[in-house]
């Protein structure tokens, strides 16, 4: 077990990869009243393929298969939160497009937790039953959905931008493709993806490392749950996003103020993929953070609202940003975005930009690490991606303004966004 000690932050955390694949990060804290864990399957609403290496066969589930797995663990005879609750823990899920995530909280004990979360994970079967009757809960669910503004908006948006993949759909699926799932189907996916090597597990709180790292062993490995690389012998398929013109405004109109979503698609980058994930949250931060140039300028001309806000998303076949919020004259936001953004593609962003977006972004992470519950869960997310959420932090130290603005060509996609205000103004 590896241990990596963080001096200035007074935190050590504990590393192991078990034979079986199983990643395990812990962060004791000692005195702690409560204690959180996350476990991330790497299966996601993203995921609606898979390859078999041996006989090469191209197998398809529908969409919302990740969704409905995670809600019948919760539902069987086998439920989780059942036998979290009788150990005095609770547990809640979250479908995501690229995983599937398990939140934990306890007061303590957490070794006598994990190794029953993990048998009750590792071993699920479900009845016809439970399938149909969950099948009418997630109708309703995908129904509401369905009415929600900011959802339209995105949906509209990203259809705009992929309309190839299943990112345009909500983690639910639809009502029409939660229809075919089938008892067989659904264990088969379970069993392909729900495996040891196919996880990562962060603790944080008043836990003992030694001993949770026994316990799992024991758990896993000894009693038999143990899984060998050649036995989940899967290929991911995604399908690959085309090159193609595309709109990348998605607007609801109404008589007081729209609601507008703005996207900046990029081009999957094969290498330096932390590198250019990381640049991302700087370059984005620094143009469209709450307290850049840009905000605060379309904030004293009455442009935007409070709601004004940016987010980023990235996955194996997709890459991009979207800007929202809502406007009462959606052409002059867009024209004086427009103008900003030549500025800075022809002056490049200013260093006291990105100092200030770095620094945001710091004491955000600091703030952070005193929130044990959020702490834990950046931390699992920057797992996901490949870096240590304290390598994140020594970036932001270490920022060099020129490579920053290096990338922003290629993360901001100056060209098709330039063309946005004529597209508008013709339309209108």
């Not at 983690?171 to 090597?197: A, F, M």
């Not at 405004?249 to 250019?276: C, H, P, T, V, Y």
């Not at 977006?357 to 600091?366: C, F, N």
């Not at 519950?373 to 996901?384: D, H, I, R």
Request: hydrophobic share 35%.
């Amino acid at each position: 077990m590896e241990c990596i000690q963080y001096d200035k932050l007074g935190l050590s955390i504990f590393c192991e990869t078990f034979s079986n694949g199983l990643e395990l990060h812990m962060i004791p804290l000692k005195g702690m009243s409560q204690t959180f864990a996350v476990l991330n399957v790497n299966i996601g609403a993203n995921d609606t393929a898979f390859i078999n290496t041996t006989t090469k066969e191209k197998i398809e589930f529908p969409l919302g298969t990740a969704h409905f797995i995670e809600h019948l663990m919760f539902r069987n005879k086998n439920a989780i939160d059942q036998i979290c609750s009788e150990i005095g823990a609770t547990i809640s899920a979250k479908t995501n497009y690229n995983n599937t995530e398990f939140l934990i909280s306890c007061s303590g004990n957490i070794e006598a937790i994990i190794p029953k979360l993990f048998t009750a994970l590792l071993n699920q079967s479900f009845s016809k039953f439970e399938i149909e009757n969950e099948k009418r809960v997630i109708k309703e669910e995908i129904l509401v959905y369905q009415d929600e503004p900011s959802w339209i908006v995105y949906r509209d948006l990203v259809m705009q931008m992929y309309p190839e993949l299943s990112i345009c759909t909500d983690v639910s699926g639809t009502i029409d493709s939660i229809k075919s799932l089938d008892k067989e189907l659904l264990e088969q996916v379970h069993n392909i993806y729900y495996k040891s090597n196919n996880m990562k597990l962060v603790v944080v709180g008043d836990v003992n490392p030694i001993r949770l790292n026994e316990c799992i062993f024991n758990t896993i490995e000894r009693n038999g749950h143990h899984v060998k690389t050649k036995d989940h012998e899967v290929e991911r398929f995604y399908p690959k996003a085309q090159n193609e013109p595309y709109k990348n405004i998605a607007i609801i109109k109404n008589k007081a103020q729209d609601l507008f979503s703005i996207g900046l698609r990029r081009q999957i980058q094969e290498d330096n993929k932390i590198d250019n994930y990381l640049a991302t949250q700087v370059i984005m931060e620094s143009l469209f953070g709450l307290g850049s140039t840009l905000t605060v300028n379309l904030k004293k001309e009455g442009l935007i609202t409070n709601k004004w806000s940016y987010s980023n998303y990235t996955g194996p076949n997709y890459d991009f940003s979207v800007v929202s919020s809502s406007t009462m004259n959606l052409n002059s936001l867009v024209i004086k975005i427009w103008e900003e953004l030549q500025q800075v593609r022809k002056n490049g962003l200013m260093p006291s930009e990105i100092d200030r977006a770095t620094k945001k972004m710091i004491g955000q992470r600091l703030l952070q690490i005193d929130n044990i519950k959020e702490f834990t869960l950046a931390y699992s997310e920057n797992l996901l991606n490949g870096f240590n959420y304290f390598d994140f932090l020594d970036y932001l130290h270490k920022v060099d303004c020129n490579y920053i603005n290096s990338k922003l060509e290629s993360i901001v996609s100056f060209d098709h966004f330039l063309n946005l205000p004529h597209e508008i103004l013709h339309d209108s």
